[in-house]
């Protein structure tokens, strides 16, 4: 079955920097677009980055210029480095193919905190 699994999450100061990864199954990776999205508490589920099969990445606006999307086709993989990490990036992170499907990963817990 399909499955995602993330990782990478933690407690980061302002400023600080981390590398989210997530791991997929049960589906051909290689023919399929990634996003990570991001959830904050009493928020919905919303889209911070993108990359296409070919690689063309798009970002939310307000992750632009610090976060960077990136796959890694023959490990099923997709990454995401975020730099110059923000209190309002506090969320927890899920990879997907897309914002619509069922299935989700637990998610990995993104704190941004002095």
């Known amino acids: 079955q399909v499955q995602f699994v993330e990782s990478g999450g933690g407690l980061v100061q302002p400023g600080g920097s981390l590398r989210l990864s997530c791991t997929t199954s049960?589906?051909?990776?290689?023919?399929?677009?990634m996003g990570w999205f991001r959830q904050a508490p009493g928020k919905q589920r919303g889209l911070v980055a993108g990359?296409?099969?070919?690689?063309?990445?798009n970002y939310a606006d307000s992750v632009k210029g610090r976060f960077t999307i990136s796959r890694d086709n023959a490990k099923n993989t997709v990454y995401l480095q975020m730099n110059s990490l923000k209190p309002e990036d506090t969320a927890v992170y899920y990879c997907?193919?897309?914002?619509?499907?069922?299935?989700w990963g637990q998610g990995t817990q993104v704190t941004v905190s002095s």
């Open positions: 997907n193919t897309d914002l619509n499907n069922p299935y």
């Open positions: 990359i296409s099969r070919p690689g063309t990445t």
């Open positions: 049960g589906f051909i990776f290689s023919l399929s677009a």
